[in-house]
T-cell receptor, first 112, second 109 residues
Framework: DAGVTQSPTHLIKTRGQQVTLRCSPK?????VSWYQQALGQGPQFIFQ???????QRGNFPDRFSGHQFPNYSSELNVNALLLGDSALYLC???????????FGPGTRLTVL | KNEVEQSPQNLTAQEGEFITINCSYS?????LHWLQQHPGGGIVSLFM???GKKKHGRLIATINIQEKHSSLHITASHPRDSAVYIC???????????FGTGTRLQVFP
């Protein structure tokens, strides 16, 4: 049984570019949450998707958007990248009725 | 002031020592999570609890809802326990998690 997978593992972009990160949830899970973790900090909640809709959102600008597909996988899109967007982006999946979250290995994004 | 505070920020121990990491929070919660993060970023969920105490192997987590405080204990610590331990809370009526900044633990042989 595969756990949560994320791709790519690492990514380097320049300011102003756009990026798409991908997440496949643990088998049987229907909810995907995205987090941003800056170096030396705890993760910050970006948003959560359930039934292909954004269910909750943290304090992130509209440059951060997402999508959930019918197979429950999810994408995180960030437009007009800033240097401050450099971070580890974590995806976590869960079953809607139970909020124990299983985390993926993360995508490390570097913006130059 | 952060909604979730952890102490200490850094902890060094000798193998075999008893370790305690503390977490205090300021919001009403439906659950609290303890997570372990190894170098490279992968996060593993250790415990999710809403009352009392849970034990898994050498790890014990307790929570006092009235005092808004939780502790994670590691008995007979081992170098492989070296990691960042993160406390995260689930506020009422939300499914999002609010994280502490973590406690970096190093256990030396």
């Amino acid at each position: 049984d595969a756990g949560v997978t994320q791709s790519p593992t690492h990514l380097i972009k320049t300011r102003g570019q756009q990026v798409t990160l991908r997440c496949s949830p643990k088998s049987g899970h229907d909810t995907v949450s995205w987090y941003q973790q800056a170096l030396g900090q705890g993760p910050q909640f970006i948003f959560q998707y359930y039934e292909e809709e954004e269910r909750q959102r943290g304090n992130f600008p509209d440059r951060f958007s997402g999508h959930q597909f019918p197979n429950y996988s999810s994408e995180l899109n960030v437009n007009a990248l800033l240097l401050g967007d450099s971070a580890l982006y974590l995806c976590a999946s869960s079953l809607a009725a139970f909020n124990e979250q299983f985390f993926g290995p993360g995508t490390r994004l570097t913006v130059l | 002031k952060n909604e979730v505070e952890q102490s200490p920020q850094n902890l060094t121990a000798q193998e075999g020592e008893f370790i305690t990491i503390n977490c205090s929070y300021s919001v009403g919660i439906s659950a609290l999570h303890w997570l372990q993060q190894h170098p490279g970023g992968g996060i593993v969920s250790l415990f999710m609890l809403s009352s009392g105490k849970k034990k898994h192997g050498r790890l014990i987590a307790t929570i006092n809802i009235q005092e808004k405080h939780s502790s994670l204990h590691i008995t007979a610590s081992h170098p492989r326990d070296s990691a960042v331990y993160i406390c995260a809370v689930e506020p009422y009526n939300t499914d999002k998690l609010i994280f502490g900044t973590g406690t970096r633990l190093q256990v030396f042989p």
